[in-house]
């Protein structure tokens, strides 16, 4: 099984927290450069958070930054986002990504590798 699985998702009022997992098993999530994207209905796909092979190095978009930490576990092959003080302009769907190729980390394109996602709604 390559395909990831996103869990962690979850109905909300805003203010409130969660933190997104992201499984798998076939590779290791270590040694990838991986990501976390979201799309909202009628929006377009965005990038949200990044975290380079080896985890020495993060990434955030600004809409996110300060409220979210994008974080391996090795020994559980795993990827997480925490997410604080959730607004409902987070409201989305949540997927996680593997890259592939070399290119901006919030450009999709360059993910070839994606989980069915995970939905977060916040409400005010």
């Known amino acids: 099984q390559v395909q990831p699985v996103e869990s962690g998702g979850g109905s909300l009022q805003a203010g409130g927290s969660l933190r997104l997992s992201c499984t798998a098993s076939g590779y290791t999530y270590s040694s990838y450069f991986m990501a976390w994207f979201r799309q909202a209905p009628g929006k377009e796909r965005e990038g949200v958070a990044a975290i380079c092979a080896g985890g020495s190095r993060t990434y955030y978009s600004d809409s996110v930054r300060g409220r979210f930490t994008v974080s391996q576990d090795n020994a559980r092959n795993t990827l997480y986002l925490q997410m604080n003080s959730l607004k409902p302009e987070d409201t989305a769907m949540y997927y996680c990504?593997?890259?592939?190729?070399?290119?901006?980390?919030?450009?999709?394109?360059?993910?070839?590798?994606w989980g069915q996602g995970t939905q977060v709604t916040v409400s005010s």
């Open positions: 990504a593997t890259r592939s190729r070399p290119g901006a980390w919030y450009e999709g394109r360059t993910y070839s590798i």
